[in-house]
């Protein structure tokens, strides 16, 4: 499976939903969901791409292990984040 096609289409909608939240001078917070979102797309494509290499004994790294394991460990805590955004008493608290 290639995954770097995913990989550069993730960061192209990061930067497009980053953009869309400073376009008006401020920051614009309703995009907070969007941005986790996309970045936990990019986590899971770049763990699968990791995981390509991780299974061959020739590549059997430590890089391809933090590739794997650490990309799915940020995947979880972007999960965590995500359900606590959807959260009412977390959505009513102001943030500075």
Do not use: C
């Amino acid at each position: 499976m290639r995954t770097d096609g995913w990989g550069l289409i993730s960061l192209a909608a990061s930067l497009l939903v980053l953009s869309r939240a400073y376009s008006r001078g401020g920051v614009n917070r309703t995009y907070s969901k969007a941005f986790i979102a996309v970045s936990i797309f990019h986590h899971v494509t770049t763990m699968f791409g990791a995981w390509q290499h991780y299974k061959l004994d020739t590549h059997y790294t430590k890089a391809m292990w933090i590739g794997v394991w650490v990309n799915a460990f940020l995947t979880g805590v972007g999960g965590i984040v995500l359900g606590g955004l959807n959260n009412d008493s977390v959505a009513r608290t102001k943030l500075a």
